[in-house]
């Protein structure tokens, strides 16, 4: 059944606003690739670490490498992408300004882009249809509710897919000290032989895991403090104009979140998708039912 017109379900599946999830899935797969080929050669080198553990004549070759690895990464090859990452964030800002019909803010986000530009990205996307439609889970709420119920889903969702993630990297941070200490008592190594041959070529690798753990931990807490914020104001309506200010001002959090971290791989959000569309259609239900209870804001 076609949505009513003018609602947050039937603007968010215009063909253009597809378009522009199309372009914008397309430049952060260019970040995702970047942040993708550090990563590579930080375990890369990580893993010649074994060799050295057992082959003395590699040890100092392999540990020069990792401690050259490690500079140009803390030098700002850490930041490279980032061009990528600011279109990514500024096309989703396109997509959700235009979804919830909010005013653009030239001093967070400057010019948009180009129309041209939008679909040619969008053409080289290889997303189909389905992968683009229905981006928000809708259930029919009254405006400024539709637009806070969607903005609160979307602050869960990237909260709980970036934690989701950063447990995976402490763990793994975890896993590969602890392993250095097993395999170093295993073949005799001593203190500096060990921190040689196995935690100095693996430097980049733990200094990137350890980087990424911390943003992508203090993003999902600035999200969920949002997302309370959010929910507190829902329980105690006030008048639409003031509620339409809070979702432009929200709306400036997550388009400097979108700016500043890359999003998480791929597997994060599909491995319980069902689950959490779910989870947002409940949270989105029980926030119409509030709004039932307590009344629409005042005009």
Not at 76 to 85: E, I, S
Not at 90 to 115: H, S
């Amino acid at each position: 059944m076609p949505a009513p017109p003018g609602t947050v379900q039937e603007r968010q599946n215009r063909p253009h606003m597809h378009d522009l999830l199309r372009a914008a899935r397309l430049c952060h797969l260019r970040a995702q690739r970047i942040d993708g080929l550090r990563l590579s050669v930080s375990a890369l080198l990580g893993l010649l670490g074994l060799i050295g553990a057992v082959a003395p004549a590699t040890a100092t070759p392999i540990a020069v490498g990792g401690a050259l690895w490690a500079i140009a990464y803390a030098a700002g090859l850490g930041t490279a992408g980032r061009g990528a990452l600011r279109r990514a964030a500024l096309l989703q800002e396109m997509f959700d300004v235009e979804v919830f019909e909010l005013p653009w803010n030239d001093v967070a986000a400057g010019k948009r882009i180009p129309i041209h530009e939008v679909h040619a990205l969008a053409q080289r996307s290889k997303l189909s249809d389905e992968a683009v439609r229905d981006y928000y889970v809708t259930v029919g709420l009254p405006r400024p509710f539709d637009v806070l119920g969607c903005q609160a889903q979307n602050l869960s969702w990237a909260a709980r897919i970036r934690r989701r993630f950063a447990r995976v990297l402490l763990t793994a941070v975890g896993v590969w000290s602890v392993t250095g200490l097993a395999v170093g008592w295993a073949v005799g190594l001593t203190v500096g032989e060990l921190l040689l041959r196995w935690y100095v070529p693996s430097i980049g690798a733990l200094l990137m895991a350890l980087d990424t753990y911390r943003a992508q931990r203090d993003t999902a807490t600035e999200r969920d403090r949002v997302a309370d914020l959010l929910d507190d104001r829902t329980n105690s309506p006030g008048q639409a104009a003031d509620l339409l200010v809070l979702a432009r001002q929200v709306q400036d959090v997550v388009l400097h979140a979108r700016q500043t971290h890359v999003r998480v791989p791929e597997v994060f959000s599909r491995w319980s998708q069902a689950k959490d569309r779910a989870d947002y259609e409940a949270a989105q239900q029980d926030l119409a039912a509030r709004v039932r209870n307590g009344g629409r804001p005042r005009p």
